[in-house]
């Protein structure tokens, strides 16, 4: 009878699926007989489905980002990231801590990925002139032409996979929805910028 319970509750009242409802009413069930009040944070069919739709959304979109920089600049795109990171940061240069904080895809393995891009001349380690527990990664002019080079490729993948399906209005209201979860922009450290040596 429990299982039966647990396929049934992913139906609507017609007996069609419910995309998540089986999921959400689980995580949001008490012990039998507890009188346990609903949770506020239950996630119902339409939560469930927006969340899906934001998780599938972006996984497909950087997916395909990722096979055009790798085919025609064999650059994987959070290299491309932390290159961007870096050129748009004063001095080209960032404390390893900040550009932490700084790159979209990948924070996990960030000095391995740095350590590959410094192998490939494209980023360079410098200790900081005011600390010298400090390291700046730096972004090299073969690092810049790098970038300058697989940008167009990247931003013509970002209006035809993503851009182009919205009107200039819709694109306003995405990003101004999508800005509500995004948390507040990095601050740079307070003085030169130097210091952590992380």
Request: net charge neutral; hydrophobic share 35%.
């Amino acid at each position: 009878m429990a299982e039966q319970k647990v396929a049934e509750s992913g139906r609507s009242e017609s007996g069609r699926s419910e995309p998540g409802r089986a999921q959400s009413e689980l995580a949001g069930s008490g012990p039998a007989g507890s009188g346990l009040a609903e949770p506020r944070w239950m996630v119902d069919a339409r939560g469930m489905r927006a969340w899906r739709q934001l998780l599938r959304a972006h996984a497909h979109a950087t997916r395909l980002l990722e096979a055009e920089l790798e085919a025609a600049h064999q650059l994987p795109l959070a290299s491309y990231d932390v290159l961007v990171q870096l050129a748009e940061a004063p001095g080209y240069q960032l404390r390893m801590s900040e550009l932490a904080q700084k790159v979209l895809l990948s924070r996990s393995g960030l000095t391995r990925l740095v350590d590959r891009l410094e192998r490939e001349g494209l980023v360079e380690r410098r200790s900081c002139p005011s600390d010298a527990r400090g390291t700046l990664a730096t972004l090299t002019d073969a690092g810049l032409k790098r970038l300058r080079d697989a940008s167009g490729t990247h931003l013509r993948g970002v209006a035809r996979h993503v851009l182009d399906h919205f009107t200039p209005q819709e694109q306003d209201l995405l990003g101004d929805l999508l800005s509500r979860l995004g948390g507040p922009e990095p601050t740079p450290a307070p003085g030169t910028g130097c210091g952590s040596g992380v």
